[in-house]
């Protein structure tokens, strides 16, 4: 397996700049989420790895090698996509043989490599079968069995559970986890879905418009959001952003949310202007004496908890209370927040402000705003 480091890497077509000077590094042996919207760049960035696509400017580096005028054929990567592209006219057998018939391995070995993936994927008893006739989950796992086969330094896999139900989705994306953890690959992965990522990943790029917002742990960047953008992406509900102004000086510890006064992490570096301050749907107390109000618009019943919607004089926001709570459409309660888990944004810039909450790490291309 390999270590996959990015340099500055740049990708253009015409006038249009997919890519936007982006740098990471992928550790030997981990599981990497590509994570955005689409038409972010995060498939520019996987084909780029992958050498479907040559960069503009910048470098990529697997194994130690520099890669990135190198074509595909030359970087020993094997790709997984979202539709399969699986070979109609031949069974399970033959398209995971596939590649290494091509190569020219001995007949002998060729069928032990493949009784030794399919034994690892739990296909031996569809080996024989066409695989038109196959379950998407099954067409799924011989996709994976023909790229496993070879070996390769490292698997590019481009939404590869996109094409399923949702319930299924869940249950491929363990068994996809539970098979990389056994193999020890270094695995680049794509996908829109944050719960995915969140899911499945050792780190995390999360990219928008070419540019990396965040790169880090899933800990890190549902904690600690590098900006605005990362904040609303990741998490179900997102992150509340509430409006407020103010002069903050080193070592502040409040901020005025329009005619009330709220405890922040204390400041590590000075503000002064329009600020937002971010809070966790579960991090929102309803509390019958809190001198904060917000007015209750809605209530989502979930099981064990429950999602209620308030409107406040900084904007609306969601609380995720435990469901034995009474929250009745129409009440007028107290709202409570710990200052720990709070993160501050400069409302225009959408960048995080620093304060003793360390904040997560910007991408290397930097953050919009």
Do not use: W
Not at 62 to 85: C, N
Not at 112 to 135: M, P, Q, T, Y
Not at 333 to 341: R, Y
Request: aromatic fraction near 6%.
């Amino acid at each position: 397996m390999a270590e996959i480091i990015i340099k500055n890497l740049r990708k253009e077509f015409g006038d249009f700049t997919a890519v936007q000077s982006s740098s990471f590094k992928i550790e030997d042996g981990e599981f990497f989420m590509l994570l955005g919207p689409s038409g972010c760049g995060k498939t520019t960035t996987l084909r780029m790895i992958a050498g479907l696509e040559l960069p503009t400017s910048g470098e990529i580096y697997i194994d130690g090698e520099e890669v990135s005028q190198k074509p595909a054929s030359q970087r020993d990567i094997a790709m997984v996509f979202q539709m399969f592209a699986l070979y109609p006219h031949m069974n399970v057998r033959k398209n995971i043989s596939y590649p290494l018939v091509s190569q020219g391995m001995p007949g002998a070995q060729v069928k032990e490599k493949v009784a030794e993936v399919a034994k690892i994927l739990g296909i031996e008893d569809i080996l024989n079968r066409s695989v038109g006739g196959l379950s998407g989950g099954d067409r799924q796992r011989v996709a994976l069995g023909r790229a496993i086969v070879r070996d390769p330094k490292a698997f590019m896999m481009d939404e590869p559970l996109g094409a399923l139900d949702a319930e299924f989705r869940e249950h491929m994306a363990e068994e996809l986890r539970a098979l990389h953890d056994r193999m020890g690959a270094t695995t680049v992965y794509v996908t829109h879905d944050q719960l995915e990522a969140m899911q499945m990943g050792d780190k995390i790029v999360v990219m928008n418009h070419g540019v990396i917002e965040q790169f880090g742990t899933p800990q890190d960047i549902y904690d600690k959001p590098a900006t605005m953008f990362v904040a609303n992406f990741i998490g179900s509900p997102p992150m509340n952003f509430l409006k407020g102004h103010g002069t903050l000086d080193v070592g502040a510890t409040a901020v005025n949310l329009r005619h009330h006064s709220i405890l922040i992490p204390e400041m590590r570096e000075p503000f002064d202007g329009d600020i937002t301050v971010g809070v966790r749907p579960e991090h929102v107390r309803l509390s019958d004496e809190g001198s904060y109000r917000g007015e209750i618009l809605a209530t989502e019943y979930l099981g064990t908890t429950q999602i209620v919607t308030l409107a406040t004089d900084a904007g609306e926001l969601k609380a995720r209370i435990g469901s034995e709570r009474r929250a009745n459409v129409g009440d007028t309660v107290g709202l409570a927040f710990n200052a720990s888990t709070l993160t501050l944004f400069n409302s225009q810039t959408g960048n995080a402000l620093r304060s003793n909450l360390n904040i997560g790490v910007l991408g290397m291309g930097g953050a919009h705003g």
